[in-house]
């Protein structure tokens, strides 16, 4: 039986990469392929490449996502948190409003980068967006020669 192209040979897919450390590497800001090099080159700016495996990380595509979960995550805290406090202590509503606006500031600035990171972790791990194209290039070389 002949694949005759239309469907992808079992054989030639890449080897799969772990989903659990390139999280992990990537809440960390680390690359996502070795875990050794600095994913970000700014706050939020990704690298075009690692610094020290020369992984290609421009094919990322983060956009708003790791926004989108960092307000999920700080809503989901905050609020509850915002709740108990005033039914337990009732504080002065200027006081109240100062310390949960830093508190919220103060922990979206902490999730931001490291989501952004475990995004790009993801999307690595999951081949998405270019990542590991190369891979499977190279792989359709090697069986044409």
Not at 99 to 126: D, E, H, M, N, T
Request: hydrophobic residues 40%.
């Amino acid at each position: 039986m002949h694949n005759h192209g239309l469907a992808p040979d079992i054989g030639m897919s890449p080897p799969e990469r772990l989903l659990k450390p390139a999280l992990l590497r990537g809440w960390r800001r680390c690359c996502p392929n070795c875990g050794s090099g600095p994913l970000l080159k700014g706050y939020l700016k990704v690298r075009d490449s690692c610094t020290v495996c020369s992984e290609d990380l421009s094919h990322q595509r983060a956009d708003d996502g790791p926004a989108y979960l960092t307000i999920l995550i700080v809503g989901h805290i905050m609020a509850p948190l915002l709740h108990i406090v005033f039914v337990q202590f009732r504080p002065e509503p200027l006081v109240l409003f100062t310390i949960f606006a830093i508190g919220c500031v103060a922990l979206s600035l902490y999730l931001l980068p490291r989501l952004k990171g475990a995004v790009v972790g993801f999307q690595w791990a999951r081949r998405m967006h270019g990542f590991g194209e190369d891979a499977l290039a190279s792989e359709d070389r090697d069986t044409r020669s």
